[in-house]
């Protein structure tokens, strides 16, 4: 069984920062990719950022220059700095582990249980 455990979030004014962390834990031989999507009110999930094994990352339009994604020191975690912040990018932010290579086979994705960020204007 994999895990994702989320921290960070919370509420903050516009221009203002924050930080999301995700762990992975469990029966894990390799991820090959991990990073966060967001969901806003009344909206669909959305990608935001992924950190992919090779060492590449990737972001969504609206993040980029803003969202800095970068593989933590423990093994299988990821972070997301988040700058700049605007009302807009308030969401319910998901932790994603894709591509999860595992004794019981190769799974799709994981998800965390996602956590607030709230933006002030």
């Known amino acids: 069984q994999v895990q994702l455990a989320e921290s960070g979030g919370g509420l903050v004014q516009a221009g203002g920062s924050l930080r999301l962390s995700c762990a992975a834990s469990g029966s894990i031989f390799s991820i090959y990719a991990m990073g966060w999507y967001r969901q806003a009110p009344g909206k669909q999930r959305e990608f935001v950022a992924a950190?992919?094994?090779?060492?590449?990352?990737d972001y969504a339009d609206s993040v980029k220059g803003r969202f800095t994604i970068s593989r933590g020191n423990a093994e299988n975690t990821v972070s997301l700095q988040m700058n700049s912040l605007k009302p807009e990018d308030t969401a319910v932010y998901y932790c994603?582990?894709?591509?999860?290579?595992?004794?019981?086979?190769?799974?799709?994705?994981?998800w965390g249980q996602g956590t607030q960020v709230t933006v002030s204007s």
């Open positions: 950190f992919i094994s090779g060492g590449s990352t």
């Open positions: 994603n582990a894709r591509k999860v290579f595992t004794p019981t086979g190769l799974i799709d994705d994981y």
